[in-house]
């Protein structure tokens, strides 16, 4: 049976059903994490990734690798080229999260533009009684103008929602889509300047860090929402901070942060954020089918010679 490496735990489908037709390899387990992954280094020929960091030096251990499958549609956390370079294939878990991811980023939407989770505060602690109705909220859905950032399969499972709230669409991604009605912007500051909620839905890396910071705040202006469902990394958090501090922009529904699990404290006291712990794909059904493409993964390449969803750096068949 081919050795594929786990490095750190992953859903108990993912355990059941990969070690029924490979010999897994869980240095988590072990006594001796760093050993173990030596003592077998040279049998590796897949790796079942969840929130592992791989570089060349990463890759470097592992001389006979084929196959890294992903869990999670962002893969920022692997350097694909360098997969790419050496004939490693990624794959990742596309479309089983869409929908669920969709309504999460809704859900922020709406709970931070109506200020949902301070009202629920305000009641829990027996404010409702004690001093009267929650104060009526500044923000509303009405006639807000929604910026999308990545209009990929998310991004449009959003619009759809957005639309039928009767929100107007416009966005910007590396380029314009044929057949996408929704207004275009070549850059985040033109879409910024257009619209007063960005939803901001890109992947993480180089390519987008701090895609979003302060001018970006400015130009959404006092009525402006920033809802985050893609990275953190995508926005200036210390920036954000500062441009909710002082009104800049109204509001902020953050699934996502710079560097999870820590959330700056600055963030957390802050009553116009609602603040989610990277929460959209986490629904017990959304996160087994993201599972069983991890294991379709690694049996389609290992059985049938081709994987199921390979990312857009390593193609298959390769180019
Ligand atoms: C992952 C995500 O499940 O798919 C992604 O890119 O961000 C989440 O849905 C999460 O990163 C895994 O812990």
New binding site residues.
């Given amino acids: 049976m081919p050795d594929i490496l786990m490095p750190k735990p992953m859903q108990p489908l993912v355990e059941r059903e990969l070690s029924e037709k490979f010999t897994v390899h869980q240095p988590f387990k072990s006594e001796d994490p760093e050993g173990m992954i030596a003592s077998v280094k040279d049998d590796i020929v897949g790796i079942a990734a ?2 592992v960091d791989v570089d060349d030096a990463y890759l470097d251990q592992f001389p006979n690798l084929k196959i890294i499958a992903n ?4 893969y920022d956390s692997i350097d694909a080229n360098a997969c790419e370079k050496r004939g490693v294939i990624v794959t990742n ?1 596309p479309d089983v ?1 869409t929908e669920d ?1 969709a309504d999460i980023a809704m859900a922020l939407l709406l709970s931070t533009t109506r200020e949902l989770s301070a009202a629920e505060r305000w009641l829990r602690a027996g404010n409702w009684e004690a001093k009267g109705s929650f104060p009526l909220t500044r923000g509303s859905l009405r006639g807000r103008i929604m910026g999308i950032v990545g209009l990929g399969r998310i991004g449009k499972a959003i619009a759809h929602r957005a639309e039928a709230f009767g929100l107007t669409i416009c966005y910007h991604g590396r380029s314009k889509q044929d057949g996408v009605a929704y207004p275009y912007y070549p850059s985040v500051m033109a879409l910024a300047e257009a619209c007063d909620t960005l939803m901001l839905v890109a992947p993480g890396g180089e390519e987008t860090k701090h895609m979003v910071g302060e001018s970006v705040f400015e130009a959404l202006g006092p009525e402006g929402i920033v809802i985050n469902i893609g990275r953190g990394t995508v926005i200036d958090e210390a920036a954000l901070i500062k441009a909710l501090q002082d009104g800049t922009i109204l509001g902020a529904g953050l699934d996502v942060f710079e560097e999870e699990p820590h959330v700056p404290e600055a963030l957390r006291k802050l009553e116009n954020t609602v603040l989610l712990p ?1 929460v ?2 986490a629904s017990q059904f959304t996160r087994n089918a ?1 599972a069983q493409l991890v294991v379709d993964n690694l049996v389609g390449w290992f059985e049938k010679g081709h994987p199921v969803t390979p990312v857009a750096e390593t193609p298959f068949p390769a180019k």
């Fill in positions: 969840g929130g869990f999670g549609v962002g878990t999260l991811v990277h959209g794909s993201m």
